[in-house]
């Protein structure tokens, strides 16, 4: 376990992802027991309590993880889903997240991703995270930061502004 995150031997982080899934689905079913709120203030309080528990980490483990992973994580943002908008549990989940104005999981752990990547390429030349970025691939494995420099290879992340180091 390392600041969090908990990873197996081969990167695989379904014991993260389950611990999160079971502490993010119990938010969201603590949210569901709130009644009386209007769906603004159950859409923040999602946002407060129940997106950080999922997200948490997310650009490490995100762009490595299989959709049947992800799965669990969806059974939670539906169930918040539902509870902002008082839907019923046959409510599909694409279209619950749409009537409660949040976003999908995909594109909230996506947009988080990318900006974990744009914000490497702020960073100075001389820092670890930025040399690593520089690297270049030898291993059979492939680690979420060069998935993710293939992913946003168009948006020209290098032509981002540099982040003075301090010191």
Do not use: C
């Not at 969090?4 to 993010?24: S, W």
């Not at 939670?76 to 599909?92: D, K, N």
């Not at 974990?116 to 670890?128: A, C, E, R, T, V």
């Amino acid at each position: 376990k390392i600041l969090g995150i908990t990873m197996d031997q081969g990167l695989r982080y379904k014991e993260h992802l389950a611990n999160k899934a079971k502490k993010a689905y119990k938010a969201a079913l603590a949210l569901k027991r709130l009644q009386g709120l209007s769906p603004s203030s159950m859409r923040q309080l999602f946002s407060a309590t129940v997106a950080p528990i999922m997200d948490y980490g997310s650009p490490i483990w995100y762009l490595v993880v299989s959709d049947k992973v992800l799965s669990t994580l969806n059974r939670t943002q539906r169930v918040a889903a539902q509870a902002i908008t008082g839907g019923f549990r046959t409510m599909g989940t694409n279209f619950a997240v749409i009537e409660a104005g949040i976003s999908s999981l995909q594109k909230r752990l996506l947009e988080q991703s990318l900006r974990f990547y744009i914000g490497i390429h702020k960073l100075d030349s001389s820092h670890i995270h930025a040399k690593l970025a520089k690297s270049k691939h030898k291993r059979r494995f492939t680690p979420p930061l060069r998935k993710a420099a293939v992913m946003f290879k168009k948006i020209g992340a290098t032509r981002a502004e540099k982040i003075p180091a301090v010191g």
